[in-house]
Each structure stands twice: as structure tokens, then as C-alpha cells.
């Protein structure tokens, strides 16, 4: 890919749920749905363990764009967890635009375990997204927050 | 926490992973990782030199924990964490880093995509830093299995599973058990009656002492947990004590009210007091409460006047009945498409156009005709049948996108079963392909198609419509590329096959998934094929996907080895990584109380909160709720998910 290199690469980070979502992105592997590599995942259980402070914490980290895989309403593996992150995102997503930062970079979306196709649209177009709203502003604002101390 | 000691373990997947990832390079960037003590790479590391080289090195570098960079845990996780359990390390201790579904099967630049494979190898490397060596919770279990459905698969899943000697309850929606099978006639290739091989089985179900039959009745929820389900049954009145029912069928007679029969597919009509066919199980009638001309308060009771046994109960309610169950296995079958759906043939409009079962209860020797041939609109025989194939299969744009697997099979049944019964008949079959995968398949097609009057056009039929008296079904041969305009006396439309339309709002409250279609989602579409992604709750039969008996059967009874395979355990064990309390912390808001699906958290007497973790399925729901930071969900903290953000959004 030749334009590749002058072309704004963002950093996205992917919390998917382990029921649907994931599942979902292994089922694109499986059925081999090439999309952009910009993404890493990582695997939660469900999508209402996605805390406000988990995607700040990304955003704050530099990621330029931060997406929420869960299953659709009604599917979710623990029964209500969806729609308490869906609470949760919309009202992140509300603080974010009044702090400034666009709320494009928040993504949720509801990808069962049978939609591989989903999974590659969603991430093609994210990243595409992310590309057009550009680099994240957030890291160079807390730069001086310290390493996670934590163990 | 001592200082960690990582083993990396990547795999090639022969040619799966390395052909897009060059695991030379991951293996080489994570050894320069200051918690990574070892690194490996190898073919196949679910191979058995591959889990050797996990276990040696496990002993050989002291390990404090595993990353596999493999394949999803989905897939080869069990196997990694049992063989690190063997080299003495706690299989919670073990991660695996999916570097081939989520990386090499969807990138194709090199670069990008191993650069990738290092970040997400990271991240779990960074989890896997904190991880805690746990003990799985045991749970003791009930001894019962529930299965719902009693079709040909619900009964042989139930059978397997009475005769290893546990307790099962059979749940049917309908009055009889038997499902589609008892409407067949014969049964393809080998043309044996298929009521003849159905009701031995259902009479053995109902008389096996292990087994608990419920007709008539719905699982309408299910709350627990796997060894521990409780399910609630509602058992649908039938105003009638099949106790005392002693099959007479006065009351059928003098029943006044007429509906379409359902076990005829709507040929004929039944009484609103009615035995779906006469070999039903159970033997005895049953109020159609819909059809009846009022049982509250009651109009009629023509039938109770009649009924010398007195099985006649208008008091009867539904009745909710709660049972215990270790596990549970849906065998909830398939319907056909509606014909309705199916304009463009006339169906639903034209009394001509049947789909095949109905033309499966003409051929019967029990049906409505006595097996004679008789087309629904004037009772004639038709002399020519025009059989349609694919009917609302294989058409994503109009109707479904799936084939139905056993049409083609079962028309040239109903050709050659046709042309027995009327010599000089004649069948025209449109097909798209023919699909004869199963044993002894190709040579019964092949069969029909030597039949001098049975004739394979190779096309989809356009059009079933009527001008005048005549049925006219217009289509295309493909191979020759002539149009046809056939006349005929009657069509058979080898209709969809989907499933049963109870099927969503089940797997709703069984909570596990469905696929595109509607069918239920096995947990791995090649080596977990009856099992759910629930714990304990297994799928079988044509609810799973369109399949024939003997496939059917065969899942019936995988499920039934895989539910008896749990009951026999002396205890299960659920996952410990749970949510725990840091006592500390905790405020007593009770937050997390209320917001806890499952019941699992309480306030215990310090006023702090508690988890059950036998209760606890760790979806983690809490911690978001929690305004502390005191619930953890274990080996997988909120510091570990800051972690693995931190490696995901560093340089290479």
C-alpha cells in the first residue's frame, strides 16, 4: 500500500465483548474479511464492564478512536450488561463534546457472533472515521499525567 | 508479587499464521520484553511436541505465567491452560494472544500485520503479569435433564440420557409427541414407514421409567446456572385426564365446531376435541381451548355429556411447574416456509399448490386420503405433478439464502412414491442441483431419475398460476435454454425449511445465540457442534439446522452423551474469575446490589458487599457501577485493563 505512509494512521482500541462481538471478529477471520489493522482488540467479558474511566484512560493514552463491541439488545450473554453500556457510552459520549473532544472517537456498536461481516464493516469504517476526524488532541493535554502506578 | 517470569509461545499454524506474520520477528521483539523470560516459536503449538515445548519450558525457565500467541481462546484455550496444569503451573496463568483470526487471516501486509501480532502478543503479556493462580468454584448439581422438544431428536436425546440412568423431563409444545416424522410417510432412501419406526420410540420414551413426559406444554424461562438450572414449564390445560380418556371418540363426534387439522397440514379439518393422529402419545384426546365454543363459562360441553369415563375436566388452568435441571438440551425442530410467502406459485391462493408435507399426509396410508392420491381442490387423481425444488431456498434476494438439505431427497420420494401409486402418472421435477450427499442417497436419486415417467428439468420454475380450469407452472430449462409452460393437475412445492417460529423467543430466555437464519448457534460449527456457548445447555435436530432424520439422531444423541457427560460428574466446577470485594474499599452504597443481574452480590453484616461466587458469572456489570473501584472482576482488574491499554497504544 503505497500511500500508506503519508497517510494518518490512527490508533484505535476495541473492547469486545466475549459472547458476540469477539466472537464475531473470529468469525471474520475464519471467513477470512480482510479490514485495516489499525484496531487491537481487547477481550472483555461483556460490554457493560466497559467503565467511563477504561475509555478515558485509552483516550488519555493516545488512542485516536476507542469502539465498544456488544451483543444486540436483548442477546446480551449477561442478560442486561448492553444496555447499561449503552447508558453508559451515550452520556460518556455527551461529556466528551462539552470537554471538546469530538465523540466520533466513541464508538458502540452491537456485533452478535454470526455477523463477521459486521465486525469488518465496522472497523473499515471506523477507522476511516477516525481517519477524517484526526489525530487525538487528549495526549499532548495530559502529558503530564503520570505512569499507571498500580500493580 | 514476585518478579514475572513470561513464557511467550508463538505458533505458525503451519502456514496460517506465518504466512502473514513473520513469528520469528513477535518471538524476537517479546524476548526483549523485561517480564518475558522465555520465547518459543513452532508450527503447531496445539500439537503435541508443541504442548511439550510449553511444559518443558514452564519447568525448565520457572514460569510465572503463559501467553500462546495462537488462535482465539474460543478455539485452543482449554488446551493450553490443561497442558501448562500438567507442567504444574495454574491454568489460570495462561493466556492466549489471537494473532490468527483477529491478524493473519484479516491482514495481508506483512509488516502491518506482525507489528500487530507483537502489540496484542503485549497486551497479554501485560494481563497475564497480574494474573492470579486460581481454584475453580465447585458446585454440586441435580441430577435431571431437560429436553425440549419431542420430535425423532428430543426423543432419542431423551432415550440416551434415561438409559445412563438419570431423571429427564420431555417438554412438548404440542398434544403428542412424535414432531414432524409422524407426518411422514415413508422415510427416504430406504422407503421404510416412517410411523412405523417412529412409535416404538415414543412409546418407549413415555414408558421409560426415567423418563418424565409433558406434553402440551412450554418452557416459558430459565434462571440459574449450569448443574443448577431451574426451569419454568407451563403445562397447557387439555381438559381432558388422559388417565380416564379411553380413546373412544364419542366426543369428537358430537364436538360441533370444526377447525383445520394441523397434523394434516390444514387438508382436513379436526374437531375442537381431537387426537392429532390415533398412535398419539399420549393416547387421549385434547380440548383445543381456541377452537371450543367456550369453556369459560361454559356453552357447549357437548363432549362432557358423551364422555363415559368422565375424562372430561372443564376446571382444568394452566399450571406452572418449576423443575431442577443439570442441563438442558433444545431440540425445538423446524417449520416450513410459509406459502404464503410464495406469490409467484400461487401459494396460499391456489388449493392445488401444496408444499410437502402436506403431499407427505396424501401418500400416507393414515392420512386424510387413505394413501389414495387425491388432489385438494376436487378430489381427483392428478396425472401430472409437477414437483418445484428450492422453493424459498437458495434465493437470498426473495427468501431464504439457505439450501434446506433435505428437498431434494424427499421429492424424489414423493416422484417415486407418486408413480407407485398411479402407473400411468407423471412427475416433472424442477431443480436447481441435486444435493444426495448422505449414504445410499445418489443411488436413490438415481433411481428416480431411471423412472421413464419422472422427469429432472434443470431450472427454477417462475411462475404457478391458473388460466380457466388449467394450472399452468412456467419456468426456464437451463440446460436446453427453452422456456416451459407446463400444465398440471397438481404442484408440490418442496417449501423452506426454518426454524420452528418458538425458536427465537427460547433461545431468548435460554440465553444462548442464533445465527443469521434464526437456526440456534452451536458454540464451534465443526467441533462443538451440539453445544451451546451456555454451559450446560446443549442444541440438537433441525432447530440447529435443516438436516434428515439420521443426522438428526445422531445430534440427538451427541447431545445426550454431551449432557450425560456432566450429569455423571460428582461435582462441576465454574469459572473462578469472578467479581471479588475489597472489603477496604467498599462503602456499603449497595450499587452493585441492584445492578447484579444474577443475585450474586448481597450486604453482608458489616454493612460491605459480598459476592456469591457460585452465583457470579463475571460479566463484570459492578465494577463498571461500582463508584470505589472496590469490586475487581479477578484476573481482570481495572489496573490490568489500563495495562493492556497501555501496551495496545505503544510504538513498536
Known sequence: MSDRTDRFEPKIVAFLCRWCSYAGADLAGVSRLSYPPNVIPIRVNCSGRVTAGIVLRALERGADGVLIGGCHPGDCHYVSGNYKARRRIALLRRALEESGIDPRRVRLEWISASEGMKFQRTIAAFTDEIRTVGRSPVPETTAEVGADAEG | MPTPRIGVFVCHCGLNIERTVDTRAVAEALSRHPAVAHVADYDYMCSDPGQGLIR??????????????????????????????????????????????????????????????????????????????????????????????????????????????????????????????????????????????????????????????MTYSEVVGVSGYVGNYVAKIRKNPTYVDPDKCNLCGECAVVCPQSVKSEFDRGLVERKAIYIPFQQAIPSSYTLDEDACLGIRPLRCSECAKVCEPGAIDFDMRPEIVEEEVAAIIVATGYELYSPTRLGEYGGGEIADVIDGLQFERILSASGPTGGAIRRPSDGRTPKRVVFVQCAGSRDPENHNAHCSRVCCMYTAKHALLYRHAVPDGEAVIFYIDIRAGGKGYEEFIQHATEDERILYLRGKAARVYRDGDRLVVWGVDTLSGRRIEIDADLVVLATSIEPHPSTAALAKALKIGCGSEGFLKEAHPKLRPVESLTAGIFVAGAGQGPKDIPDAVAQGSGAAAKAISLLARETLTHSPEVVTIDESVCGGCGVCVAMCPYSALSRNGAGVAECNEVLCEGCGTCVSACPTGAAQLRNMTDAQVRGMIEVALADV
Not at chain 2, 431428536?153 to 432415550?159: K, M, P
Request: net charge negative; hydrophobic share 40%; charged share 20%.
Open chain 2, 56 to 213: 518443558e519450558a514452564i519447568d525448565a525457565h520457572r514460569l510465572t505465567g503463559v501467553v500462546v500467541a495462537a488462535c482465539s481462546p474460543a478455539m485452543h484455550e482449554p488446551t493450553f491452560r490443561r497442558a501448562a496444569e500438567e507442567a504444574g503451573l495454574n491454568p489460570y496463568l495462561v493466556e492466549m494472544a489471537n494473532i490468527r483470526e483477529h491478524c493473519s487471516w484479516v491482514h495481508h501486509d506483512r509488516a502491518e500485520a506482525t507489528r500487530k501480532a507483537i502489540v496484542i502478543t503485549r497486551t497479554l503479556v501485560e494481563k497475564v503479569k497480574r494474573n492470579h493462580p486460581l481454584e475453580p468454584v465447585e458446585i454440586d448439581h441435580v441430577d435431571q435433564c431437560l429436553v425440549i422438544g419431542g420430535g425423532i431428536t428430543g426423543i432419542q436425546a431423551a432415550l440416551d440420557v434415561a438409559e445412563s440412568g438419570f431423571q429427564v423431563i420431555l417438554v412438548e409444545k404440542g398434544p403428542s409427541l412424535g414432531g414432524h416424522m409422524a407426518q411422514l410417510s415413508e422415510t427416504f432412501p430406504t422407503l421404510d414407514c416412517s410411523q412405523c419406526i417412529l412409535t416404538p420410540k415414543m412409546v418407549e420414551a413415555a414408558r421409560h421409567p426415567n423418563i418424565r413426559v
